[in-house]
Structures are given as C-alpha cells and as structure tokens.
C-alpha cells in the first residue's frame, strides 16, 4: 500500500534532509521563513499558548480523520510531527505515515523527536519536503488525511483541497484542525484579545512577537466554518462538515471523498 506514495523526498533521522528530486514549492516566501524561524520553539509555545489543550485538539482531529490500522496516511502541513505521530499510532507498524511541510526546519525537528522518541511505531513515518497545492502522491492513494494549523497558510484554499480530494481514496476521509474564524462578535472580541494580550505577549518572551502578530491577519482573512464546508462540496466531497471547539475559538472541517 505504501509503495503507491511516490516520495520526492526522504528526510534523515539525523542529518540536514537531502532532496532527492525538487519540485517548486508555491507558497509566500516570507510565510516560509517564518516557519523556519519559529520551529526550534514551536512546540514550547504551542503548550503555553494553548494550556496543552493543542495535544486533545489534534487527539480530536486524528479521531475525526477515521485513520485505522494498515493504512496509508498523510498529515499535510505536519510541522514538528504532533498529528503524524498521533496517526502513527493509529496505523500502526503495517501502516504508512507521511508528514509533508513546505518547512525544511520543521522537518528536521519532526525527525529528530521520531529519533528520541523512539517508540517502535515511529518507524512507520517518512518525512516530505514538498507543497501541499502540489502533492507529489499518486491519485487514489490514501486512506485519510490531517492537516494541523496549515489551510490559513496556503495560497490556494481550493487548490489545496482538489490535492486533498485527488490523492483520498474514494469512501476515505480528511480532517483539518485550525484557528476557526468566528461569526459571533463575542467570540471575536474574545479570540483577538487572546492573540493580543497573550499570544503575542508571551512570543516576545522568545524573541518572535513580530513573527506571531500575522495570526490576526491570517485568522480574519481565513473562511468561516461554513464557507469551508460550501468549499469542500465545490470542488468534489461528497460530505463536509465543520465542528466549532473550544467555544467556536478553533474548528475542525471533516470531509469525505
């Protein structure tokens, strides 16, 4: 089932990753540096910023996903690896995961916790340097995909989802997690006060205030919950749906090829 993945790229456990075959990546360049600056303290912020409550957020969306043992997954836009290691567990050793991040900082974390983590599952993980409007998977070739805090930071929401519905297999489901724009001018209020009073704040501990400012921009440009559903059943789903978590705060689009 794996061999059906056509990988551009393989990224050492231990080593800088050596591209094997290069593709362009279509993305923002400043948007990828960011990344790339961000990643040696990513994880840190994302449990402070959070309160852990990320870890049950992914937990939720690896669930959603319907990911079951031997199959063939991939976890777009994977960072530092939380949902690839959550799907991991759910596939188990005669399954496949793929994370794929257009960050080559991102992957080389990602790696290095697979090595140190060590559990005999992890073995189960290959990391891909390549673009999510690009997928470099053949047509038909996954069983369910995830994708953490990466949609708002495409250039091509629809792109990205036509990719997404290409490489499913039919009947098989994706499960995207993210900041949820909210519609209620309570929550609103709520969500913008919480990325300027304590994101931000708590960033420019680590020297990435600036870095950290473009969530509001993202999160204001980003679809609503409903706009993401009428989304996915455009370019080809058969089902969507969108979950509001944490009062509408994040949001959770499931959709079935």
């Not at 231990?14 to 923002?28: D, E, K, M």
């Not at 939380?82 to 005669?94: C, E, I, M, R, W």
């Amino acid at each position: 089932m794996a061999s059906s993945l056509q990988l551009q790229f393989r990224l050492s456990p231990s080593t800088t990753p050596a591209l094997l075959r290069h593709r362009p990546i279509q993305c923002a360049t400043d948007r990828r540096a960011l990344f790339d600056r961000i990643a040696p303290v990513y994880d840190n912020l994302n449990d402070l910023l959070s309160l852990g409550q990320h870890r049950i957020w992914k937990r939720m969306a690896v669930s959603w996903s319907g990911a079951k043992a031997g199959d063939c997954v991939l976890d777009i836009c994977c960072g530092s690896g939380d949902l690839a290691f959550l799907l991991s567990q759910k596939v188990g050793s005669n399954g496949k995961v793929t994370g794929l991040d257009f960050s080559r900082q991102q992957l080389s974390i990602a790696s290095s916790r697979q090595t140190s983590l060590s559990r005999p599952c992890y073995k189960n993980i290959e990391w891909v340097e390549g673009d999510a409007l690009n997928l470099p998977f053949s047509d038909g070739s996954v069983d369910a995909i995830t994708m953490g805090y990466g949609l708002r930071n495409v250039l091509d929401k629809r792109k990205a989802l036509e990719e997404m519905l290409r490489v499913l297999k039919e009947g098989s489901k994706l499960s995207i997690l993210d900041f949820s724009k909210a519609t209620q001018p309570t929550t609103a209020s709520i969500q913008e006060w919480m990325i300027n009073n304590i994101v931000v704040p708590v960033a420019s501990g680590y020297g990435l205030a600036e870095d950290y400012k473009y969530l509001s921009k993202s999160i204001s440009e980003f679809s609503t919950g409903k706009e993401l559903e009428k989304l996915a059943l455009e370019v080809g789903f058969s089902t969507s749906i969108h979950y509001e978590i944490s009062g509408g705060l994040m949001g959770n689009l499931v959709a079935s090829r």
